[in-house]
């Protein structure tokens, strides 16, 4: 496909009576990074990036709503006709002496300037909002139309300057299906240890909207050719005591939605751990820092393992995996499976979750909650004092439950406890 330079009939009303703002009071506006690139791609854009020469505080001013999203950087976000718009100030940056962020950030430059400083030629191209002058001083366009990544000058100084433009390599790359230049891709082989300085929660974004792209495989593939595998999964990596890496079987990590990138980093671990994938999943997610709810989707898939429709015989088996696992988990585990056992054995057949999503239905009691008596009443009736034995009884309570849900009632109940104690 031909991809068109950009012209101003293809920017919403909302961009031109916002631009006109800025027109009023003798700056300059224009569409930058990836709103432009993606529009030339044809995909809707619902981000949109805005370079100016305004300093962020007459942006501040020129609007009634705002937000200073990263003002010490010259981002200010506008909030405008329901639209929430990143608008950066024209900036050059000087000595990345930690990898990550610029000693210094200098205002009051050139629009060209500022192009200079972006990571890739494709993110790397300006739309003036006023006069319709395309600025693509790198080429972008023309890699746009190669489907080619490439750094704005030398990538090698690039990924040392900010090591987490490694990662957003892997993730256009992904995302866009575009080859990596060749000077680039090597540069990031051998820039790798500048993964180092990026803090683990960068780390962990960047590996989930990678693995949210259309193939995870490739993710992996390209994680592993470039050596960037083991500083992903490792701080440090000359510690790895599993080694993950680009397979046959991980290509079926493409058998899981990519709106479910959990679940991919969940059978990630799953393949390359050999049975050790329990503990790895605690170390993972304490190593990319998931939230709580990340960290319980990944050890719940890893603890309850592939299962198959043979091992879901009866109502009570179901029922049994429900629990465990949690009521909203069952496309989770089904896809999971099958990307583990990517063969006609494994994974569950699609009348199988139907089956899952009927028991469901019938609304089991599926945890210790949901039982007709709790701790207290179980405390007064068998004259217990409170202790770790009241939660073995409930869970044996749940077990007599998860087994007949008819018996969930409070006297059925209490005559089992006393039968427990
Ligand atoms: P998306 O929002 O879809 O992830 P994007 O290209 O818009 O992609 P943002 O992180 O929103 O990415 O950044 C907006 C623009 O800022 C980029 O297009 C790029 O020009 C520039 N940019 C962002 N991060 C960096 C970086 N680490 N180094 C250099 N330039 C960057
Ligand atoms: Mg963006």
């Known amino acids: 496909m031909m991809h068109r330079k950009p012209t101003l009939s293809t920017v919403p009303d909302f961009l031109h009576s916002f631009a006109k703002r800025f027109a009023a ?5 224009l569409l930058v990074g990836g709103s432009i690139r993606d529009a030339v791609l044809g995909f809707d854009v619902q981000d949109f990036d805005i370079a100016t020469d305004a300093h962020p505080t007459d942006v501040q001013g020129l609007f009634r709503k705002t937000i200073p999203t990263g003002l010490q950087h010259g981002t200010v976000t506008v909030l405008y006709a329901g639209h929430q718009i990143e608008v950066t100030t024209f900036r ?15 205002f009051g430059v050139s629009l060209e300037d500022d192009l200079a400083r972006r990571d890739f030629t494709i993110n790397a191209m300006a739309l003036d909002l006023h006069t319709g002058a395309f600025i693509d001083p790198f080429n972008g366009l023309e890699d746009l139309q190669k489907r080619l990544l490439r750094t704005v000058g030398s990538p090698s100084e690039r990924f040392r300057e900010d090591g987490l433009r490694l990662l957003r390599a892997v993730r256009f790359s992904a995302r866009l299906d575009f080859r990596i230049d ?33 193939s995870a495989a490739q993710v992996v593939s390209i994680l592993d050719e470039t050596g960037l595998i083991g500083h992903v999964f490792y701080e440090d990596d000359s510690a790895q005591t599993i080694r993950y890496a680009a ?28 049975g050790r994938g329990v ?22 898939l890893l603890e309850t393992g592939p299962v198959s429709d043979s091992q879901l015989q009866t109502n009570r088996d179901i029922r049994l995996l429900l629990s465990r696992c949690g009521p909203g988990m069952v496309q989770e585990i ?35 909650r949901e ?21 073995v009884i409930l869970k044996e309570l749940l077990a007599f439950v998860i ?19």
């Open 25 to 29: 009071h003798g700056y300059r506006c």
């Open 279 to 300: 503990s790895e999943a605690a170390r993972i997610a304490d190593r990319l820092k998931l939230s709580n709810h990340d960290r319980g989707v990944l050890t719940t």
């Open 92 to 106: 050059a940056e000087a000595g990345y002496s930690d990898g990550r962020h610029p000693d210094a950030v200098e």
């Open 334 to 368: 089904s896809c999971f499976s099958a990307a583990i056992r990517a063969d006609a054995s494994g994974g569950l057949s699609e009348r199988m979750e139907r089956r899952l999503r009927e028991v469901l239905a019938e609304r089991p009691p599926l945890t210790v």
């Open 247 to 274: 397979s046959e079987r991980t290509r079926h990590l493409d058998l899981i939605p990519p709106d479910l990138p959990l679940v991919r980093l969940a059978a990630l671990i799953a393949l390359c751990s050999e």
């Open 182 to 214: 060749e000077e680039t891709r090597q540069a990031m082989q051998t820039a790798r240890d500048a993964l180092r300085g990026v803090s683990a929660e960068r780390v962990r974004d960047e590996l989930l909207k990678s693995l949210s792209a259309r």
């Open 371 to 391: 039982l007709a008596v709790d701790g207290r009443a179980l405390m007064h009736e068998l004259n217990l004092s409170p202790g770790p034995v009241v939660g």
């Open 403 to 421: 087994d007949d849900p008819n018996r969930n009632s409070y006297e059925q109940l209490v005559d089992k406890a006393r039968t427990i104690v």
